[in-house]
């Protein structure tokens, strides 16, 4: 049968402690990469960025890791909050003509105060 | 702090109608987007667009589709004989340059019935 949408995996953290989401990405040739945010009827918000000539970048309370070798990238949020409770996804984008992201499947993140 | 926006935000119609979703792109950016998701499932490139042109679309881009800078703000994308599978969110992003981040809309979603 036709499949009606995505299964989506599920982190549940506990308040106040890190998280840690990771994406599997396939083409070798992207040089850019994104995690967005989406919370329920809203559209995907930007929350790091990074280039692949890095494999570390921090942000406020988060930190993204690119491992180029084995083409896997990861989100770390610190002193996870309710708040952070939400889809996340990662992008990437490659050589193309209008710099398209493609976007991996989610992980939803639960947060348990 | 500058957004996108979208109208409507949520749209019903007829099968075999035409709906035309809206988008003001952040001001100063000069790269814009279409992107859907269907529900539970991961964001989809559609098409992009710079100076005043398409610069790549994706499978789902077809025939049936189109995008239009009619101004200096709006960016709107048309489609002519809407299908059930259409319905979706639908997500208008913009960025300032080709190597910086994209900036998502909160989405318009279509219900075709």
């Known amino acids: 049968g036709e499949s009606v949408g995505l299964h989506l995996p599920t982190l549940s953290v506990q308040e106040g402690d890190n998280s840690i989401i990771n994406c599997a990405y396939s083409?070798?040739?992207?040089?850019?990469f994104i995690w967005y945010k989406q919370e329920s009827g809203k559209g995907p918000q930007f929350i790091i960025d990074i280039r692949s000539n890095m494999d570390k970048r921090q942000g406020q309370r988060v930190t993204v890791l690119l491992n180029k070798t084995v083409k896997h990238l990861s989100l770390q949020i610190a002193a996870t909050q309710p708040g952070d409770s939400a889809v996340y996804f990662c992008a990437e984008s490659g050589n193309n003509a209008g710099n398209m992201l493609t976007f991996g499947g989610g992980t939803r993140l639960m947060v348990k105060p | 702090e500058p957004e996108v926006t979208q109208t409507p935000s949520h749209q019903v119609t007829q099968m075999g109608q035409e709906v035309i979703l809206r988008c003001v792109p952040i001001s100063n950016h000069l790269y814009f987007y279409w992107y859907r998701q269907i529900l539970g499932q991961k964001v989809e490139f559609l098409v992009s667009?710079?100076?005043?042109?398409?610069?790549?679309k994706s499978e789902i881009f077809d025939d049936q589709f189109s995008v239009e800078r009619p101004d200096g703000s709006n960016f709107t994308l048309k489609i002519r004989s809407t299908k059930l599978e259409d319905s979706a969110m639908y997500f208008c992003?913009?960025?300032?340059?080709?190597?910086?981040?994209?900036?998502f809309g909160p989405g318009t979603r279509l219900l075709v019935l």
């Open positions: 992003a913009s960025r300032i340059q080709i190597i910086e981040t994209q900036y």
């Open positions: 667009f710079y100076n005043n042109e398409i610069s790549e």
């Open positions: 083409n070798s040739a992207s040089d850019y």
